[in-house]
């Protein structure tokens, strides 16, 4: 039977590393697609999210189970988060005005779009790229505060009661915060709302 | 029910993780109230919308990376830990701890003085000559002491005081 996450993170707090690797293995990949989607740059993902292993690490001897583990693992995630999103905002910005068109960068690799590669469904893919990039163009828009509360919710799957103490706000006033971002995500994707609808 | 009242059951309700009772007044109002199942039906499109982005995979050096990062954050010690490297020092002190306590709890009765039990010899040996009357009651020896010059008056009394004993 697999250890639970607080049962990991006492182990480590005892000095055992291999259970560290084991808690690194289980939450590698939700954080980093957190964090890049937050940040929208596949280097700065990893690199936030590696700083929030370490912090988790550094905290191990004062690691007291009082709440959820993807409680305090999240909520380091969305502070380093917010604070690298407000400290690039300036830096973003200039990098959107001059950004080639590219393919889809949730591959990973943001190759710029080779038009003359023979896609045997060439005008199906395309369709395809300007619907995810509309969709990925609607989450960037969001507010960073109601962006992470749509990532939370949408891709971590976490109740909105953690949501809330991951945000630092009440449950009440999370849910009010959401139900703004997804009025904006409803305006801003209203052709693909409409067609999904249909 | 107003369907101000309702906007934050919307997603809850999308989600399903509405209480029983919260979901039968909302599926209750739905009925009456176009607005809201409109909103309701939107936001589950832009839900599925949502789904639709793919996850990206860390790089395969993202372990090793942390990996490295951990290995290389400096080790907590314990106070007692310094004397880890060497364990005769610790044996020493420990040594040295236990002969300490061992001759703080040593009673001190157990080490009488010369001079307290000489003092008690003296007492003991003297005790028939404070007991004899014969010798307490004797004052000839007083006649021995030299007589004060200056003052006649004890002159003359001083006889009379040793015939009248």
Known sequence: MARSDVQLMLDVKAGDDESFALLLHRYRSPLVNFLYRMVRNREQAEDL????????????EEYVPSAKFTTWLFRIATNLALNSVRDTRHQRMELSLDAPITTDAEDGDEKTLDVADKHPDIEQHLVEEARKKMIRHAIDKLPEKQRAAVLLHKYQELDYNEIAKIMECSESALKSLLFRAYETLRVELAPLVAGAKA | MSCNRMENRILPYVDGRLKAGEMKEMEAHLKTCAACELRVNEFRAVSGL???????????????????????????????????????????????????????????????????????????????????????????????????????????????TNTEM
Request: charged content about 20%.
């Open chain 1, 49 to 60: 999210a590696q700083e929030v292993f370490i912090r988790v690490y550094r905290a191990r």
């Open chain 2, 50 to 160: 949502l789904d639709e982005l793919p996850q990206i995979v860390p790089s395969g050096a993202f372990d090793a990376r942390v990996r490295a990062r951990v290995a290389a954050e400096p080790v907590k010690q314990s106070w007692w830990s310094v004397f880890a490297p060497s364990p005769r020092v610790a044996f020493a002190a420990s040594m040295l701890l236990l002969a300490t306590v061992w001759f703080g709890s040593r009673p001190s009765e157990m080490v009488p003085t010369n001079t307290g039990v000489e003092q008690e010899a003296q007492v003991v040996s003297d005790l028939p000559v404070l007991e004899n009357m014969d010798v307490l009651s004797n004052f000839d020896a007083l006649s021995d002491l030299p007589q004060p010059v200056s003052d006649e008056s004890n002159q003359q009394q001083q006889p009379d």
